[in-house]
């Protein structure tokens, strides 16, 4: 009843004289009002977090969403902030929920989903346009909380990321098999200067085969047994018998001469008549003289 009233330090306070704003903004701490006549507003001047609900838009890429914010903002002019609006929370709520919907519909989903930081930055300066001059309030930052995605889009987002993670298998498998197989030609050039390396790697391959307590060992067969059956073969196979075991060779038989046919003539004809019968070369009469 005696006018004294106290402003906390986080207020400020602005006074009224018959429905007048005073000039002059009262500061923290004990202050006196006339009890008949003013009347003191108080403004809190600390952060506000207000939640932004849901928001349902369509993406540029024809995408619907659901998209949640939380807007932190704060009195900074608190005769603007009683003069000029009404209620400056609820107007920042509307603002804020009004500025979302515009920034989903010029953004596409991908750029919601990744690049969160730029999506914040804009929202933020897209409320801070209307509300910091007129209204004396400034938001300090835009956090996008929640992006819902339909069931759909979830399943094809999957399938892709999937089909993704396969291809960058396969393509680490083969440029891993591409180094294993130089190493193993480099490998092989050496062996074959040194024969002694591959035996040696044998006898190691042995004994890591051993190392695993097997109840059965193999023991393969060494190379170079291999490679002297196979250089003593073709040499076994142009080698002929000894002379001495070699049968005896003689000159060929002559050709045999072509056997003359015999004439035969009848016994009645003189020995002065010409042969005129025909040649028979199944009898072996002479012929006579």
Do not use: C
């Not at 000029?84 to 989903?109: F, H, K």
């Not at 801070?128 to 309030?137: F, K, L, Q, R």
């Not at 680490?172 to 040696?200: F, N, R, T």
């Not at 190691?204 to 051993?210: F, I, L, P």
């Amino acid at each position: 009843m005696f006018g004294f009233k106290i402003i906390n330090q986080y207020e400020q306070g602005l006074v009224f004289r018959f429905g007048r704003a005073l000039p002059g903004i009262r500061q923290p701490g004990l202050t006196w009002v006339n009890p008949f006549t003013d009347r003191l507003r108080k403004v809190n001047m600390q952060i506000v977090v207000a939640a932004v609900p849901g928001q349902e838009a369509i993406t540029r890429d024809n995408v619907t969403l659901r998209v949640d914010a939380v807007v932190y903002y704060r009195v900074v002019d608190a005769f603007k902030a009683i003069i000029n609006v009404q209620n400056y929370g609820y107007a920042v709520s509307q603002v804020a929920q009004t500025s979302l919907r515009s920034v989903i519909g010029q953004s596409d989903m991908d750029q919601l989903l990744s690049e969160r930081d730029k999506i914040n930055a804009h929202l933020k300066e897209v409320i801070d346009a209307p509300t910091e001059e007129p209204w004396g309030i400034r938001v300090e930052r835009v956090e996008v909380k929640d992006i819902s995605l339909p069931e759909s889009m979830k399943r094809s987002m999957s399938r892709q990321a999937e089909a993704e993670r396969e291809r960058r298998a396969r393509i680490i498998s083969a440029d891993g098999e591409y180094q294993a197989s130089k190493k193993l030609a480099q490998a092989a050039a050496v062996m074959a200067a040194d024969p002694a390396a591959l035996q040696l790697r044998l006898l190691q391959t042995v004994v890591e085969v051993a190392a695993e307590k097997n109840s059965t060992l193999v023991m393969p067969v060494p190379v170079e047994l291999l490679r002297f059956f196979d250089r003593a073969a073709p040499a076994a196979g142009r080698t002929g018998p000894p002379a001495a075991e070699a049968p005896a060779t003689s000159a060929p038989p002559p050709a045999a001469a072509p056997a003359i046919p015999v004439l035969t003539v009848p016994a009645s004809l003189p020995a002065s008549a010409g042969v005129t019968a025909p040649l028979n070369t199944a009898q072996k009469a002479p012929i006579p003289a």
